[in-house]
Every structure is written in C-alpha cells, then in structure tokens.
C-alpha cells in the first residue's frame, strides 16, 4: 500500500494551490484521510482530515480557506487551498488509515510529501 501526493509548489499570497493524493495497492477499505504540514523547525501538524464518512475537521489557522474532499471510488484525497499566506510554507503530508487487502486491521500510512512555498 503506498500513497502519492501532488499539487505542491511556488505561490504569492493570495493564491490557490491544489494538493492531491492517491491511495494504491492492495487496499481492503480506507478510514479517514487527511493532510498534515511540518513547516521549517516546527512539528508536524494536522491541518484537515475527513471520514470515509465524509466529516470533515480543520485546523482554526485553514478553516474558510482550506477545503478537503475525497473520492472514495478512485481511493484519493483532494485539499483544496485558497487564500494561501506566507505561514502556510511547509511540507504537506498525506495521511491515511488504510486495511490491507490481506491485513488484519487498520494501519496508518504516510505519503512522501509534497512541498506548498507561499512568497509574500
């Protein structure tokens, strides 16, 4: 089971940027999924994540400007970033709690990373 995120890059503050992530392998069911940020000599943080459910949490610092969402037939996770600011700059990880086809219970997996850089 691997995920793979995308979508980060270079924006000015204002700007939207696009995350994605998809879930592959021998995937039994997915939990939740979500997104979480580890900026430059910080901890990593939770910024959303959303049920297979479809209930969604944010962080107080993205709520009105971050939207997360996901497509439960193709296995994938969508943060949608509106309105980015300067303090969003950090490395963006996707996050989710996956049963193995063949396993015997949830685990929780981590994409590689994806680098959001937001100039003021």
């Known amino acids: 089971v691997q995920l793979q995120a995308s979508g980060g890059g270079l924006v000015h503050a204002g700007e939207s940027l696009r995350l994605s992530c998809a879930a592959s392998?021998?995937?039994?069911?997915?939990?939740?999924m979500g997104w979480y940020r580890q900026a430059p000599g910080k901890q990593r943080e939770l910024v959303a994540r959303?049920?297979?459910?479809?209930?969604?949490y944010y962080a107080d610092s993205v709520k009105g400007r971050f939207s997360l969402s996901r497509d439960n037939a193709k296995n994938m996770v969508y943060l949608q970033m509106n309105s980015l600011k300067p303090e969003d700059t950090a490395v963006y990880y996707c996050?989710?709690?996956?049963?193995?086809?063949?396993?015997?219970?949830?685990?929780?997996?981590w994409g590689q990373g994806t680098l959001v850089t937001v100039s003021s």
């Open positions: 996050n989710a709690d996956i049963f193995p086809h063949y396993g015997s219970g949830f685990n929780d997996y």
């Open positions: 392998g021998s995937i039994g069911s997915i939990g939740t």
């Open positions: 959303i049920t297979s459910g479809g209930s969604t």
